[in-house]
Structures are given as C-alpha cells and as structure tokens.
C-alpha cells in the first residue's frame, strides 16, 4: 500500500513503482482512492469500469460486510481466490509497460453517500487475493487514514508511508507505521518532492517522531507539468530515484 497525506504524490509513487517492478514481474495497481480519477490519465490506459459494478453496485456498508464470501467467490470467476489477471476485460485496463489497473470506485454524484463500501470492497478483493511468484500488486490509496479505520492494512504484506515537506504528511506516517508495527507488517517512509536544504529538515522533524526515511525522490518539473496536463507521466529524475529505491528495499530481487 501506498499512503499518506493528500498530495504526497501517492498516485504519481505507484504508477512509477509499477513501472520499475514490470521490468521483472507482472504488475497491477489497485487504485482504491475514491475521488482521485486522474491515475488512469497518468498511466496512458483507459479507464476501466470500477469493480463496484461487477458485484452489482454500491451496496450498504453492513450488506457489504456480511456478503464478504459471496463478493470473493464472484470476483474469483470459479478459480482458488482471487485473480486479477482473470477480470474481465472491462474490469481491468494494461498500460504499454504492461501494467494492469483495476478501480474499486469513485464518488462522482451529490449526496450518493459516503466512501465506506469502496474502502470494503477493497479489503475483501486483497483479503483473498492469489498472485503467482512473478506478480505484484500497488495498491493507490485515497488520502489520509480512513483505510486504517477499515481495516485495508490487514490484507497487504507491506506499507509505504510517502511523506513530503509539510508536519502534517509526517505525523501521519507516525501513525501508519505505529499500525504497521501492531500488524507486523513491512514498512518504509519515503520522502517526495524533495530538493536543497529541506532533505536535512525532513529528516530531523522525521527523526523527532521517531521515523527513518528509507529514500528521498526528488522534486520533478515533468511529473508536474504531466499532471497539470492530464497526460501520460513522464519522469526525469524521480523515476531513477524510485528504481534505485526499489533495488534498496528489495522490491526487486
């Protein structure tokens, strides 16, 4: 899981990590941020239908809870657990790198509600989620901590916690990695949007909370002018941070 405080640069972290990981595995992002509908745009796919509708759409957040192996089998299509390689095509879009992108859900009308069934759903698909050896799946997450209220960390092996130069985005990263350490579950704190004299300041105010930052990516003019265009990413020195990084952490072997 990739987390954090809105406008860390999650959304711009996973799909450049799925670029660097599809150079030796099969990759997916789940994208279970429930506003955010640029990840496709930035990722060069269309937009895949949002798998809320495969199971028959936006449902009561206890009918959700209550029907958590009746989704598993649906989603599953007849196989042990779940695979997304086995979505229908509708379901699941690939980038040019080979990338594949499922999208749990969005809120997009007045008064539909809140994003609970969407934070559900994305526990049950990861709960009983089966991958092969060569594959890997990044899960995009909305902005701040809800996902901790649901639970969505019980089903993943690691956390990336991204940070950026604001108290706000490392106080969180605090708290995500107090729940990581309760989950025993891998975790690291990467720095974004880092350049001068603000990499020693990031630094000490992590250290005050107690957080080691496991890699700095720096600040990118290209992923900037990508997003405020709504285009394809593009990547000059934040896309070679994040594979050295990925090589450091041993996301790679």
Same mark, same amino acid.
């Given at each position: 899981?990739?987390?954090?405080?809105?406008?860390?640069?999650?959304?711009?972290?996973?799909?450049?990590?799925?670029? +660097?990981?599809?150079?030796?595995?099969?990759?997916?992002?789940?994208?279970?941020?429930?506003?955010? =509908?640029?990840?496709?745009?930035? #990722?060069?796919?269309?937009?895949?239908?949002? !798998?809320?509708?495969?199971?028959?759409?936006?449902?009561?957040?206890a009918e959700l809870e209550s029907?958590? #192996?009746?989704?598993?089998?649906?989603?599953?299509?007849?196989?042990?657990? +779940?695979?997304?390689?086995?979505?229908?095509?509708?379901?699941?879009?690939?980038?040019?790198?080979?990338? @594949?992108?499922?999208?749990?859900?969005? +809120?997009?009308?007045?008064?539909?509600?809140?994003?609970?069934?969407?934070?559900? !759903?994305?526990?049950? #698909?990861?709960?009983?989620?089966?991958?092969?050896?060569?594959?890997?799946?990044?899960? $995009?997450?909305?902005?701040?901590?809800?996902? =901790?209220?649901?639970?969505?960390?019980?089903?993943?092996?690691?956390?990336?916690?991204? &940070?950026?130069?604001?108290?706000?985005?490392?106080?969180?990263?605090?708290?995500?990695?107090?729940v990581s350490l309760s989950l @025993?579950?891998?975790?690291?704190? #990467?720095?974004?949007?880092? $350049?001068?004299r603000v990499k020693d300041i990031? +630094?000490?105010?992590?250290?005050?909370?107690?957080?080691? &930052?496991?890699?700095?990516?720096?600040?990118?003019?290209? =992923?900037?002018?990508?997003?405020?265009?709504?285009?394809?990413?593009?990547?000059?020195?934040?896309?070679?941070?994040?594979?050295?990084?990925?090589?450091?952490?041993?996301?790679?072997?």
């Open positions: 899981m990739v987390c954090g405080k809105g406008g860390t640069g999650k959304t711009v972290v996973s799909i450049l990590l799925a670029k +660097v990981l599809s150079e030796g595995y099969r990759v997916y992002i789940v994208d279970s941020d429930e506003s955010n =509908i640029l990840l496709p745009r930035l #990722l060069g796919v269309k937009p895949p239908k949002p !798998l809320i509708d495969y199971i028959g759409g936006k449902r009561d957040e029907r958590e #192996l009746d989704i598993a089998s649906m989603l599953s299509r007849a196989e042990s657990g +779940v695979r997304l390689r086995v979505l229908p095509d509708e379901y699941i879009s690939y980038s040019r790198d080979g990338v @594949g992108l499922t999208v749990i859900g969005k +809120v997009r009308e007045y008064g539909e509600g809140c994003a609970c069934p969407f934070n559900i !759903l994305t526990r049950i #698909l990861l709960r009983n989620l089966v991958l092969d050896n060569d594959e890997k799946v990044i899960v $995009d997450t909305d902005a701040g901590i809800e996902h =901790i209220g649901r639970g969505i960390e019980e089903a993943v092996d690691g956390i990336i916690a991204l &940070i950026d130069p604001t108290a706000e985005s490392i106080e969180i990263a605090a708290l995500l990695r107090d @025993g579950k891998r975790f690291w704190v #990467l720095a974004n949007k880092v $350049d001068g990031l +630094v000490e105010k992590a250290e005050e909370a107690g957080l080691r &930052i496991d890699g700095f990516i720096r600040f990118d003019e290209e =992923i900037i002018e990508s997003c405020l265009l709504g285009e394809e990413l593009r990547s000059d020195s934040a896309l070679e941070d994040i594979k050295s990084i990925a090589y450091h952490l041993k996301l790679i072997e």
